[in-house]
Nanobody, 120 residues
Framework: QVQLVESGGGLAQPGGSLRLSCAAS????????MTWARQVPGRGNRMEWV??????????YYADSVKGRFTISRDNAKNTMYLQMNALKPEDTSMYFCTSGWGMRPTSYWGQGTQVTVSS
């Protein structure tokens, strides 16, 4: 059974940091590029791409809105992907999801999400 389980969300102050994790099971994690996406509040739950990482971590990509503040990484030995989020802004408040593959596709594997709230 395929599972992606996000964790690490919570409440952070503006300028603070959080580290999200995405634990994968039930598929060959190391064979898939992986992606973080987030739900845009107040816009009909539209999903927004955040960052993607290649299978061997050699290639990483970021949305302009998070570039320089967020860092994506993965540990294939632990079947886990991470998103280190620094210099958080209120507009980073969202439900964050991990998904398999490049980008956001409904046919990919998806986690249940973890809520990040940035507020003073």
């Amino acid at each position: 059974q395929v599972q992606l389980v996000e964790s690490g969300g919570g409440l952070a102050q503006p300028g603070g940091s959080l580290r999200l994790s995405c634990a994968a099971s039930g598929f060959t994690f190391s064979s898939y590029a992986m992606t973080w996406a987030r739900q845009v509040p107040g816009r009909g739950n539209r999903m927004e791409w955040v960052s993607s990482i290649s299978t061997d971590s050699s290639d990483t990509y970021y949305a302009d809105s998070v570039k320089g503040r967020f860092t994506i990484s993965r540990d294939n030995a632990k079947n886990t992907m991470y998103l280190q989020m620094n210099a958080l802004k209120p507009e980073d408040t969202s439900m964050y999801f991990c998904t398999s593959g490049w980008g956001m596709r409904p046919t990919s594997y998806w986690g249940q999400g973890t809520q990040v709230t940035v507020s003073s």
